[in-house]
C-alpha cells in the first residue's frame, strides 16, 4: 500500500481545506482508514478514521464538528475536509491505513504511513 496525501496550503483562521489520501498501490477497501497530524516538536496526533464501509467515524475531540471524514473505496482516496480551521491546527497531515477494518484511534495499529501534506493557518 502506497498512500499519498495533498491538498495542503496556507490559509487564514475560518478557512476551509480539503485533504485528499490516494492509494497509488492496491485497495484498502477493507481497512480502516485514518488522519494523523504532528506539528514542530509535538507527538504525532490522531485527527480522525473512518471504517471500510465509510458509515462509522471518529474524531479528536479538538477537531469535532469541524473536519469530515470520508472515503471513496472506488477510486481508492480518503478525504479530510477541514472547515473553520484554527491557528492550532496547524501541522503537517499524515493519513494511514489500520490493520482494522472498523475505525479506531489507536495509532498502533496503523501503517503503510504517507508523507504527508503540510497545513498552516494563519491569525
Known amino acids: 500500500v502506497q498512500l499519498q496525501a495533498s491538498g495542503g496550503g496556507l490559509v487564514q483562521a475560518g478557512g476551509s481545506l480539503k485533504l485528499s489520501c490516494a492509494n497509488s498501490r492496491r485497495t484498502a477497501s477493507n481497512n480502516a482508514l485514518g488522519w494523523f497530524r504532528q506539528a514542530p516538536g509535538k507527538e504525532r496526533e490522531f485527527v480522525a478514521s473512518?471504517?471500510?464501509?465509510?458509515?462509522?467515524?471518529i474524531y479528536a475531540d479538538s477537531v469535532k464538528d469541524r473536519f469530515t471524514i470520508s472515503r471513496d473505496n472506488a477510486k481508492n482516496t480518503a478525504y479530510l475536509q477541514m472547515d473553520s480551521l484554527k491557528p492550532e491546527d496547524t501541522a503537517r497531515y499524515f493519513c494511514?491505513?489500520?490493520?482494522?477494518?472498523?475505525?479506531?484511534?489507536?495509532?498502533?495499529?496503523?501503517?503503510?504511513w504517507g508523507q504527508g501534506t503540510q497545513v498552516t493557518v494563519s491569525s
Open positions: 494511514a491505513v489500520s490493520r482494522s477494518p472498523v475505525a479506531t484511534s489507536r495509532r498502533e495499529l496503523y501503517g503503510s
Open positions: 473512518i471504517g471500510w464501509k465509510g458509515s462509522s467515524t
